[in-house]
Protein backbone atom coordinates (compact mmCIF):
# COMPACT_ATOMS: atom_id res chain seq x y z
CA UNK A 1 0.00 0.00 0.00
CA UNK A 2 1.47 3.38 -0.86
CA UNK A 3 1.55 5.89 1.72
CA UNK A 4 0.04 8.78 -0.26
CA UNK A 5 -2.17 11.07 0.28
CA UNK A 6 -5.61 8.79 1.03
CA UNK A 7 -3.72 7.07 3.68
CA UNK A 8 -3.74 10.55 5.83
CA UNK A 9 -7.83 10.65 5.62
CA UNK A 10 -9.98 8.57 8.02
CA UNK A 11 -12.94 9.88 5.37
CA UNK A 12 -13.22 10.50 1.97
CA UNK A 13 -16.67 10.32 0.13
CA UNK A 14 -16.47 11.52 -3.30
CA UNK A 15 -20.08 11.81 -5.55
CA UNK A 16 -22.27 10.08 -3.16
CA UNK A 17 -26.06 10.05 -3.72
CA UNK A 18 -27.95 8.32 -1.08
CA UNK A 19 -31.10 8.21 0.91
CA UNK A 20 -34.43 5.39 1.17
CA UNK A 21 -36.44 4.03 -1.65
CA UNK A 22 -38.28 6.94 -3.28
CA UNK A 23 -36.43 9.64 -0.88
CA UNK A 24 -32.92 10.99 -1.91
CA UNK A 25 -32.01 12.50 0.56
CA UNK A 26 -28.24 13.67 -0.35
CA UNK A 27 -27.23 14.44 -3.60
CA UNK A 28 -23.25 14.40 -5.11
CA UNK A 29 -21.95 15.09 -1.81
CA UNK A 30 -17.89 14.76 -1.58
CA UNK A 31 -16.10 15.57 1.73
CA UNK A 32 -12.63 14.24 2.82
CA UNK A 33 -12.09 14.50 6.84
CA UNK A 34 -8.47 14.27 7.87
CA UNK A 35 -7.10 11.73 9.80
CA UNK A 36 -6.48 13.12 13.88
CA UNK A 37 -9.32 15.56 13.46
CA UNK A 38 -12.50 16.39 15.17
CA UNK A 39 -15.01 17.29 12.63
CA UNK A 40 -18.84 18.48 12.65
CA UNK A 41 -21.48 17.79 10.45
CA UNK A 42 -24.46 20.62 10.82
CA UNK A 43 -27.16 21.48 8.91
CA UNK A 44 -31.27 21.42 9.32
CA UNK A 45 -33.25 17.84 10.45
CA UNK A 46 -33.69 16.30 6.99
CA UNK A 47 -30.47 17.91 5.55
CA UNK A 48 -29.24 14.35 5.11
CA UNK A 49 -26.91 14.18 8.63
CA UNK A 50 -27.89 11.49 9.51
CA UNK A 51 -27.90 9.30 6.21
CA UNK A 52 -24.51 10.86 5.68
CA UNK A 53 -23.34 8.93 8.76
CA UNK A 54 -25.13 5.80 8.35
CA UNK A 55 -24.28 5.33 4.51
CA UNK A 56 -20.48 5.22 5.32
CA UNK A 57 -20.95 2.63 8.36
CA UNK A 58 -22.69 0.66 5.87
CA UNK A 59 -26.33 0.53 7.21
CA UNK A 60 -27.84 2.19 4.56
CA UNK A 61 -26.35 1.23 0.55
CA UNK A 62 -25.92 4.35 -1.72
CA UNK A 63 -27.61 4.77 -4.70
CA UNK A 64 -24.31 5.75 -6.64
CA UNK A 65 -20.66 7.14 -5.74
CA UNK A 66 -17.40 7.54 -7.20
CA UNK A 67 -15.25 6.86 -4.29
CA UNK A 68 -15.97 5.72 -0.69
CA UNK A 69 -13.33 4.78 2.00
CA UNK A 70 -12.74 4.52 5.62
CA UNK A 71 -9.35 5.18 6.82
CA UNK A 72 -7.82 3.99 3.29
CA UNK A 73 -9.87 1.07 2.74
CA UNK A 74 -12.81 -0.03 1.41
CA UNK A 75 -15.75 0.59 3.55
CA UNK A 76 -16.15 -3.31 4.48
CA UNK A 77 -12.41 -3.55 5.63
CA UNK A 78 -12.45 -0.20 7.02
CA UNK A 79 -15.81 -0.32 9.00
CA UNK A 80 -13.57 -3.03 11.82
CA UNK A 81 -11.75 0.17 13.23
CA UNK A 82 -14.99 2.66 12.96
CA UNK A 83 -17.20 3.09 15.77
CA UNK A 84 -21.19 4.70 15.37
CA UNK A 85 -23.04 6.25 18.13
CA UNK A 86 -27.02 6.63 16.11
CA UNK A 87 -29.22 9.03 18.07
CA UNK A 88 -30.17 8.52 21.26
CA UNK A 89 -33.82 7.62 20.81
CA UNK A 90 -32.42 4.96 17.85
CA UNK A 91 -30.63 2.38 21.02
CA UNK A 92 -32.79 0.06 23.35
CA UNK A 93 -31.74 1.51 26.68
CA UNK A 94 -33.91 -0.45 28.26
CA UNK A 95 -32.04 -3.84 27.63
CA UNK A 96 -30.96 -5.44 30.43
CA UNK A 97 -27.19 -5.20 30.22
CA UNK A 98 -24.44 -3.50 32.54
CA UNK A 99 -21.94 -1.14 31.57
CA UNK A 100 -19.02 -3.70 31.48
CA UNK A 101 -21.10 -5.57 29.08
CA UNK A 102 -21.62 -2.55 26.43
CA UNK A 103 -17.58 -2.23 26.41
CA UNK A 104 -16.72 -5.60 26.37
CA UNK A 105 -18.73 -6.08 23.17
CA UNK A 106 -16.51 -3.49 21.50
CA UNK A 107 -13.95 -6.42 21.40
CA UNK A 108 -16.41 -8.52 19.49
CA UNK A 109 -16.62 -5.96 17.17
CA UNK A 110 -12.71 -5.66 16.93
CA UNK A 111 -12.09 -9.32 16.89
CA UNK A 112 -15.41 -10.81 15.40
CA UNK A 113 -15.21 -13.65 17.81
CA UNK A 114 -18.10 -15.71 19.16
CA UNK A 115 -17.21 -17.44 22.99
CA UNK A 116 -15.50 -16.30 25.74
CA UNK A 117 -13.82 -12.79 26.48
CA UNK A 118 -10.13 -13.73 27.34
CA UNK A 119 -8.43 -11.94 30.63
CA UNK A 120 -7.03 -9.51 28.27
CA UNK A 121 -10.45 -8.26 27.25
CA UNK A 122 -11.35 -7.52 30.70
CA UNK A 123 -8.20 -5.82 31.26
CA UNK A 124 -8.58 -3.52 28.76
CA UNK A 125 -12.15 -2.89 29.45
CA UNK A 126 -10.85 -2.32 32.96
CA UNK A 127 -8.85 0.74 31.86
CA UNK A 128 -11.20 2.40 29.31
CA UNK A 129 -14.22 2.68 31.88
CA UNK A 130 -10.87 3.95 34.33
CA UNK A 131 -10.32 6.08 31.66
CA UNK A 132 -13.93 8.11 31.69
CA UNK A 133 -14.55 7.30 35.02
CA UNK A 134 -17.03 4.81 34.71
CA UNK A 135 -15.46 2.25 37.24
CA UNK A 136 -17.94 2.57 39.47
CA UNK A 137 -20.33 1.93 37.21
CA UNK A 138 -19.35 -1.41 35.17
CA UNK A 139 -22.30 -3.50 36.97
CA UNK A 140 -24.85 -0.89 36.74
CA UNK A 141 -27.79 -1.52 33.84
CA UNK A 142 -26.96 1.20 31.29
CA UNK A 143 -30.03 2.68 30.78
CA UNK A 144 -30.20 4.04 33.97
CA UNK A 145 -27.34 5.90 33.97
CA UNK A 146 -26.92 9.91 32.76
CA UNK A 147 -26.66 10.83 29.01
CA UNK A 148 -23.33 12.38 29.38
CA UNK A 149 -22.63 8.74 31.09
CA UNK A 150 -24.00 6.96 28.30
CA UNK A 151 -21.77 8.71 25.83
CA UNK A 152 -18.88 7.74 27.80
CA UNK A 153 -19.70 4.22 28.14
CA UNK A 154 -19.90 4.30 23.75
CA UNK A 155 -16.76 5.94 24.16
CA UNK A 156 -15.27 3.05 26.36
CA UNK A 157 -16.38 0.73 24.15
CA UNK A 158 -14.75 2.62 20.58
CA UNK A 159 -11.41 2.45 22.75
CA UNK A 160 -11.93 -1.16 23.30
CA UNK A 161 -12.75 -2.16 19.70
CA UNK A 162 -9.66 -0.30 18.83
CA UNK A 163 -11.75 2.05 17.05
CA UNK A 164 -9.52 4.68 14.86
CA UNK A 165 -12.55 6.87 13.74
CA UNK A 166 -16.18 7.35 16.30
CA UNK A 167 -18.97 8.30 14.39
CA UNK A 168 -21.37 10.12 16.27
CA UNK A 169 -25.26 10.93 15.47
CA UNK A 170 -26.71 14.04 18.08
CA UNK A 171 -24.29 13.26 20.54
CA UNK A 172 -24.80 16.69 22.56
CA UNK A 173 -29.10 15.84 22.28
CA UNK A 174 -30.45 15.76 26.28
CA UNK A 175 -27.06 17.22 27.45
CA UNK A 176 -26.52 20.22 29.63
CA UNK A 177 -24.14 22.99 29.11
CA UNK A 178 -21.22 21.35 31.97
CA UNK A 179 -21.89 17.48 29.99
CA UNK A 180 -21.61 19.01 26.44
CA UNK A 181 -18.59 21.07 27.85
CA UNK A 182 -16.61 17.70 29.25
CA UNK A 183 -18.28 15.78 26.13
CA UNK A 184 -16.16 17.89 23.98
CA UNK A 185 -12.95 17.86 26.15
CA UNK A 186 -13.24 14.24 26.11
CA UNK A 187 -13.01 14.40 22.10
CA UNK A 188 -10.12 16.93 21.96
CA UNK A 189 -8.32 14.07 24.77
CA UNK A 190 -9.21 11.14 21.87
CA UNK A 191 -8.16 13.73 18.83
CA UNK A 192 -5.05 14.08 20.49
CA UNK A 193 -4.33 10.15 20.64
CA UNK A 194 -4.67 9.99 17.20
CA UNK A 195 -8.67 9.32 16.91
CA UNK A 196 -10.53 11.01 14.35
CA UNK A 197 -14.43 12.05 15.24
CA UNK A 198 -17.10 12.79 12.99
CA UNK A 199 -20.39 14.10 15.11
CA UNK A 200 -23.58 15.03 13.26
CA UNK A 201 -25.03 18.02 15.38
CA UNK A 202 -27.97 20.53 15.14
CA UNK A 203 -26.85 22.56 17.96
CA UNK A 204 -24.15 25.31 16.82
CA UNK A 205 -22.89 25.10 20.96
CA UNK A 206 -19.17 24.04 21.82
CA UNK A 207 -18.93 21.32 19.83
CA UNK A 208 -18.99 22.82 16.53
CA UNK A 209 -16.72 25.90 17.50
CA UNK A 210 -14.24 23.43 19.25
CA UNK A 211 -13.84 21.26 16.31
CA UNK A 212 -11.21 21.70 13.42
CA UNK A 213 -13.58 21.27 10.68
CA UNK A 214 -17.33 21.79 9.53
CA UNK A 215 -19.33 20.38 7.21
CA UNK A 216 -22.52 22.38 6.38
CA UNK A 217 -25.64 19.92 4.58
CA UNK A 218 -28.32 19.93 3.15
CA UNK A 219 -29.11 17.92 0.82
CA UNK A 220 -25.96 18.77 -0.55
CA UNK A 221 -22.22 20.21 0.47
CA UNK A 222 -23.76 24.18 1.08
CA UNK A 223 -20.07 24.88 2.87
CA UNK A 224 -16.76 22.96 4.34
CA UNK A 225 -14.01 24.34 5.66
CA UNK A 226 -12.78 25.88 9.27
CA UNK A 227 -15.34 26.71 12.01
CA UNK A 228 -15.10 30.44 11.70
CA UNK A 229 -15.12 29.71 7.71
CA UNK A 230 -18.32 28.25 7.54
CA UNK A 231 -20.99 29.24 10.80
CA UNK A 232 -20.84 32.86 9.54
CA UNK A 233 -24.16 34.95 9.72
CA UNK A 234 -24.85 34.04 5.82
CA UNK A 235 -23.68 30.73 6.00
CA UNK A 236 -26.28 30.25 8.90
CA UNK A 237 -29.19 31.49 7.91
CA UNK A 238 -29.13 29.93 3.98
CA UNK A 239 -28.73 26.89 5.94
CA UNK A 240 -31.53 26.99 8.40
CA UNK A 241 -33.70 30.17 7.13
CA UNK A 242 -36.48 27.88 6.16
CA UNK A 243 -36.50 26.75 9.74
CA UNK A 244 -36.96 29.79 11.56
CA UNK A 245 -40.62 31.63 12.67
CA UNK A 246 -40.70 34.48 10.54
CA UNK A 247 -43.08 37.22 12.46
CA UNK A 248 -45.62 39.05 10.15
CA UNK A 249 -46.38 42.08 9.91
CA UNK A 250 -49.61 41.82 12.37
CA UNK A 251 -48.04 39.59 14.56
CA UNK A 252 -48.82 36.40 13.14
CA UNK A 253 -45.97 33.74 13.30
CA UNK A 254 -45.57 31.18 10.39
CA UNK A 255 -43.30 28.61 10.21
CA UNK A 256 -40.99 27.58 7.31
CA UNK A 257 -40.80 23.96 7.06
CA UNK A 258 -40.14 22.07 3.75
Known amino acids: MSHGHATELALKIENL ?11 DVSWQVKKGTLAAIIGPNGGGKSTLLKTAVGLLSPFKYKTMELLGHSP ?4 KRVAYLPQQEEVDWDFPITVLEVVLQGRLVRQGLW ?18 GLEKYRHTQVGSLSGGQRQRVFLARALVQ ?33 KTIVAATHDLNCLTECFDH ?6 SVRASGKPHEVLTEENMVRLFARHFPKIGAAGEVTLHEH
Not at 115 to 132: E, P
Not at 176 to 193: C, G, M, N, P, V
Not at 214 to 219: N, Q
Open 17 to 27: TAGYPDNVVLN
Open 76 to 79: KIGR
Open 115 to 132: GRYTKADYALSDDSLRFF
Open 162 to 194: EADLILLDEPSTGLDAKAQHELADLFRILRDQG
Open 214 to 219: VLALDG
